[in-house]
Each structure stands twice: as structure tokens, then as C-alpha cells.
């Protein structure tokens, strides 16, 4: 990957985004970061800078629970920047009770799923237009306890959950990373832009940060050497710049070395991943314009 590489990363101001967003910076990124709040974005550009001082760092604001500001958001950085090299979606959000966005969806949904297919979707002819270029996108093992997926009843769903139950609610949002992942894959077939997900691993950064306790289990686990987030920086970083990825497509790796893992079903069926795909553009495409202008040719 070219060193002064244009890159987009979403949720870049916490966590392993943040890790991930410094380690682009050391590599001389011109990193483009989005984020929802002020005070957070400052104080991550600090620490880049602190670490990277001649890097160049744009910050773009928006809510990922509200697609307006997604759209915004997409159309803000098509207009802005002539080529985006690397396209990262980490934005992700692990909420305890049902909330319900303005858009009338289930907030986990928004924020893990639709946001990321409608920001990717925006950018897609300048992804394309910029090739080789890559989609990275962070989903997770936690798509295993899913219990599968009924697009007829998931993607509408806003039924409240409790605690414990949100982490079926989350692993769904999740399975649907990986097949959004996989079916672009697929679409971007032979344009030049490589499109992968991965699994960050356990993490203690955000972990349950609506939780009372969040911050004494941070500092246990970390105490114990448990969940540390720079394994899941690290995979983002070399996804996102090595060369020697494989397959060089439609990939989905574990923290673990970056060794490929087969996707959980139903995420390892094609047809099914076309149907979600379907079901999420219908879904969109009543407010937004998601689809590329320009196909390419593979005539």
C-alpha cells in the first residue's frame, strides 16, 4: 500500500480504531477520521500527532445511529477527496437495551450494519476509481451465536431485549458484516478493490461501557492481561496495507496470526448473501441513492 494512502476509518476516537489510527499515522497515512464527538476527536488527533507528528489528519463529524448523517457523510468525503485508498469500518456499538433511532430501526442494527453499507456504498465509485483500493470492514466471531438469520424478522426487528439477550441482537448485526462483506466481494470481482473483514478478537476497550462496573472489569482485565486491544489494531493495520493478503479478496481473517476463517452459516452462502444484499438496498434505497453510477465493465 502506497505510504502517503488516503484512508477513511470510522470509530477512530476509542478503542482499537484509535490504536489502529495512530500505527496508520506512524506508516504516513493521510488518515481521514470520522467521529461523533468533538472533544474525543481532539484528543485523538493529540495522540496521533503525538506519536506521528507531520501527519496529516482530517476529522468528518457524524452520527452513525442516524442515516441522514451517514449519507452526509458519504457524499461530504466523495466530494472532497479524489481517491480513497483504504476504506476502514469500524464503527460498532454493543448497546445492553433496545433503542430505536430516528429512522424507526433498532440502534445496534444502524450503527453496526446499515451505517457501514451505506458509507461503503456512497464511496464505492471512488473506491473503484481509486483501485487498487480496499474495503476493510471489522465484524466478529460473536457471529457464531447468532442462531442464524431471518431476513423477514432481522432487519425490521425492535422488539426489546434484556441485558443478557443483547448479545444475540450483536452477533446478528455482525453475521451481516461478514455477508455485506462477502457479497461485495463478489460485485467488485476484477475492479481492483479488494474487500475483506476480519475478527478483532476479545477486546476490553468499550467493553460494556453502559454497564456501572465497565470500568473496574477494564482494569481487572487488563490487570490480567485479558482482551488487549492492540492484537485487534494490528490485524486492521495489516489488512489495510500489507501486500501479500490471501485470498486477495473476499477474505475473512482471525486475530489469530490473520489465518483465514470460514465463515459461520449462513454467511458462507452465496445466495443468501446476494438476498441480504437485496433486502438492505430495498430497505435504503427508500431514502438514499446507494447504488454506484457506473458499473464497470467485466465484458
Known amino acids: 500500500m502506497n505510504i502517503n494512502a488516503t484512508i477513511v476509518l470510522t470509530g ?31 484528543a485523538t488527533r493529540e495522540r496521533i500527532h503525538a506519536a506521528a507528528p507531520d501527519a496529516r489528519v482530517d476529522v468528518h463529524y457524524a452520527d452513525f445511529s442516524s442515516l441522514d448523517s451517514v449519507a452526509a457523510l458519504g457524499l ?5 477527496y479524489e481517491r480513497i485508498d483504504v476504506l476502514i469500518n469500524n464503527a460498532g456499538l454493543h448497546a445492553f437495551e433496545q433503542r430505536v433511532t430516528v429512522d424507526g430501526h433498532a440502534e445496534m442494527l444502524a450503527v453496526n450494519y446499515l451505517a457501514p453499507w451505506l458509507l461503503t456504498n456512497i ?4 473506491l473503484v476509481r481509486s483501485s487498487s483500493s480496499r474495503i476493510i470492514t471489522v465484524a466478529s466471531q460473536a457471529s457464531r451465536r447468532s442462531g442464524g438469520l431471518d431476513l423477514e424478522r432481522d432487519l425490521f426487528d425492535t422488539a426489546p431485549f434484556t441485558r443478557l439477550g443483547s448479545s444475540k441482537s450483536y452477533s446478528k448485526t455482525k453475521l451481516m458484516d461478514i455477508m455485506f462483506s462477502q457479497e461485495l466481494a463478489r460485485q467488485l470481482q476484477d475492479t481492483g478493490v479488494a474487500v475483506h473483514c476480519l475478527d478483532p478478537g476479545f477486546n476490553v476497550t468499550g467493553l460494556g461501557r453502559e454497564l456501572g462496573f465497565s470500568a473496574w472489569l477494564t482494569r481487572a482485565l487488563n490487570w490480567l492481561r485479558i482482551g488487549d486491544p492492540q492484537r485487534g489494531a494490528d490485524i486492521i493495520v495489516r489488512l489495510a496495507t500489507d501486500s501479500d493478503v490471501s485470498p486477495a479478496s473476499g477474505g475473512y481473517f482471525s486475530v489469530k496470526d490473520a489465518e483465514p476463517i470460514r465463515p459461520t452459516p449462513p454467511a458462507d452462502n452465496a445466495a443468501t448473501c446476494q438476498a441480504l444484499w437485496a433486502a438492505t438496498s430495498a430497505l435504503l434505497a427508500k431514502h438514499y ?11
Open 76 to 80: 461530504e468525503l466523495a466530494s472532497q
Open 12 to 42: 477512530a476516537t476509542s478503542g482499537i480504531g484509535q490504536l489502529a489510527a495512530i500505527e496508520l499515522a506512524r506508516r504516513g497515512a493521510h488518515l481521514v477520521l470520522t467521529a461523533r464527538d468533538e472533544t474525543k476527536a481532539a
Open 123 to 126: 464511496l464505492r465509485d471512488t
Open 289 to 299: 441513492r446507494t447504488e454506484p453510477r457506473h458499473r464497470p465493465d467485466r465484458s
